[in-house]
């Protein structure tokens, strides 16, 4: 049973969300209120899923289903956080040596790896770096992230206790949607980072991320709000499709702002179970 300091606490978020998103309809469900969803029988949405991308640091890439229960991973050695943080610097080094997008893409000024706790149990997957992102080599630094800060604040968690990242590590020309092409060369080191932090959870922010994360072509606004499943040859990550924060300021509605903060309270459910 939830401690009355826990219902303070959830209290205490909830009207800190209220202002900080300016949700005007924050749905009934908390995380405390029933147990946490399982993440593969959330997912209902019948949809033909195309094979996923192929990883070319592991050859294979199962086709990911939206079905596919989440299960630990089956070979990924334990690592502590300091072994972490050194195998995600080494795989920096490498990504830039020798990204194939990266190392020829001209838009760029620096790359953007990625950041945050290097044992993250949440990790947050955007589009591409934009100006700033570009400008600082920090993930979601603009407005955009500014919004991303408040929702990861709105969850009870600071910036530094997740890790954000993006598909693309360079920033595309005049900040067009990634090609194809640029994902499948780029983001085999994300799925390196991820199979490194192994987290408990990913968020997937709009449309390109989620479309790779889950190797399917459905649109966001049928995917956000059902748990879906990130699997390859060595983890299977339950994932959250939500929109882009981007997105979001462009849509500042309460029908918005209160989809995203469900599918956030559905995180955060998983998260933080009732019994904890
Ligand atoms: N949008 C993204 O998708 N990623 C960033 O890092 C910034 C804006």
Known sequence: MPQQNDLKRIARQHLETDRLLGVDFVPIKTPQSEPAPEPAAAAEI?????????????GTRKPTSLFEA????????????????DALEAL????????????TATAHTQTVFGEGAPDAELIFIGEAPGEQEDRTGR??????????????????????DVYIANVLK??????????????????????????????????????????????????????????????????????????????????????TRGKVWSDMQQVMAYLQPASE
């Open 170 to 255: 360079s920033r595309p020309m005049g900040n067009r949607t990634p090609l194809p092409t640029e994902v499948e060369q780029c983001a085999a080191f994300l799925a390196e980072q991820i199979r490194i932090i192994q987290p408990k959870v990913i968020v997937g922010l709009g449309g390109p991320a989620v479309k790779w994360l889950l190797g399917t072509n459905v649109g966001i606004t049928r995917l956000r709000g059902q748990w879906a499943t990130f699997t390859d040859a060595e983890v299977s990550v339950p994932v959250m499709p939500t929109f882009h924060p981007a997105y979001l300021l462009r849509n500042y509605t309460p029908d």
């Open 46 to 58: 019948e949809v033909n899923i195309p094979p996923g991308p192929v990883q070319p640091s592991t």
């Open 139 to 160: 993930p979601f630094v603009g407005r955009a992230g500014r919004k991303l800060d408040e929702i990861i604040q709105a969850m009870g968690l600071a910036r530094p």
């Open 70 to 85: 989440a299960s630990p991973a089956q070979s990924v050695p334990r690592r502590s956080r300091q072994e972490k943080a």
């Open 92 to 103: 920096r080094t490498r990504h830039d040596e020798t990204c194939p997008h990266c190392t």
